[in-house]
T-cell receptor
Framework: GNSVTQMEGPVTLSEEAFLTINCTYTATGYPSLFWYVQYPGEGLQLLLKATKADDKGSNKGFEATYRKETTSFHLEKGSVQVSDSAVYFCALRAIQGAQKLVFGQGTRLTINP | NAGVTQTPKFQVLKTGQSMTLQCAQDMNHEYMSWYRQDPGMGLRLIHYSVGAGITDQGEVPNGYNVSRSTTEDFPLRLLSAAPSQTSVYFC?????????????FGPGTRLLVL
C-alpha cells in the first residue's frame, strides 16, 4: 500500500541554521507530494507541493524536490527563523486511492533564538 | 473567502453521548473529507465525499456517520461516543478528488470523551 516515512523528531535548531527534514514514500505509480505545516493550536496549511518527478516546490524559503529515483521529497530551508517552529507533515496523494492524503507521522521543529 | 470552517473548536463528551461536528466550505469544492489526528500517527481518513449525496468510508470509519446534502456542508456524527474517539478532528476540501489537487484544512475540533 501507499505510505510515507518521515524523519523522527523532535528537531531542535538554532536560528539561521540549515534545515532538512527527510521524507520518503512508497506508492503505486507517481503520486503528488505535499508538505503541510501545523502551527501550535492551528490546522494544517499547505506549505508546498510537487506533482511530477524533478518538480521543485517552494514557498516561504522552504524547498523540496520530487525525486523519483530515491522516492523522496526532503524539505529544506537555508536559514530557519523562530517563527518556523511548528509540526511538519509530508503527505502523498496517489493516482489510485486519490480520495485520501497519506500522511507521515509529522516532525516537530523547534527553533531557538 | 472563509475557506474551511469547523465548529465547535473544543468539546467534552461523556461516553455514550452523541454529537455532530460541523464543517463548511465556501470554495465550491466537490471533494470533502474528515480526518482524525492522534499523537505519533499523522492523520487518518474517516469518511469522504466526492459530491452532494455521495459519501464513502475511509480507513477508520467505525463509530462515525456522515451525510452530504449540500456542496458546502459535510457534518460528522458520533452516534455513541467512546474514549477511543478522543482526538483532534480535521475537515478538508479540494476542488476534486484528483491526485494533483491540494486539500485545504479547517482549524480542527478537539474532542475529549470521558
Amino acid at each position: 500500500g501507499n505510505s510515507v516515512t518521515q524523519m523522527e523528531g523532535p528537531v531542535t535548531l538554532s536560528e539561521e541554521a540549515f534545515l532538512t527534514i527527510n521524507c520518503t514514500y512508497t506508492a503505486t505509480g507517481y503520486p503528488s507530494l505535499f508538505w503541510y505545516v501545523q502551527y501550535p493550536g492551528e490546522g494544517l496549511q499547505l506549505l508546498l507541493k510537487a506533482t511530477k518527478a524533478d518538480d521543485k516546490g517552494s514557498n516561504k524559503g522552504f524547498e523540496a524536490t520530487y525525486r523519483k529515483e530515491t522516492t523522496s521529497f526532503h524539505l529544506e530551508k537555508g536559514s530557519v527563523q523562530v517563527s518556523d517552529s511548528a509540526v511538519y507533515f509530508c503527505a502523498l496523494r496517489a493516482i489510485q486511492g486519490a480520495q485520501k492524503l497519506v500522511f507521515g507521522q509529522g516532525t516537530r521543529l523547534t527553533i531557538n533564538p | 473567502n472563509a475557506g474551511v470552517t469547523q465548529t465547535p473548536k473544543f468539546q467534552v463528551l461523556k461516553t455514550g453521548q452523541s454529537m455532530t461536528l460541523q464543517c463548511a466550505q465556501d470554495m465550491n469544492h466537490e471533494y470533502m473529507s474528515w480526518y482524525r489526528q492522534d499523537p505519533g500517527m499523522g492523520l487518518r481518513l474517516i469518511h469522504y465525499s466526492v459530491g452532494a449525496g455521495i459519501t464513502d468510508q475511509g480507513e477508520v470509519p467505525n463509530g462515525y456517520n456522515v451525510s452530504r446534502s449540500t456542496t458546502e456542508d459535510f457534518p460528522l456524527r458520533l452516534l455513541s461516543a467512546a474514549p477511543s474517539q478522543t482526538s483532534v478532528y480535521f475537515c478538508a476540501s479540494s476542488y476534486s478528488k484528483a491526485w494533483g489537487e491540494t486539500q485545504y484544512f479547517g482549524p480542527g475540533t478537539r474532542l475529549l470523551v470521558l
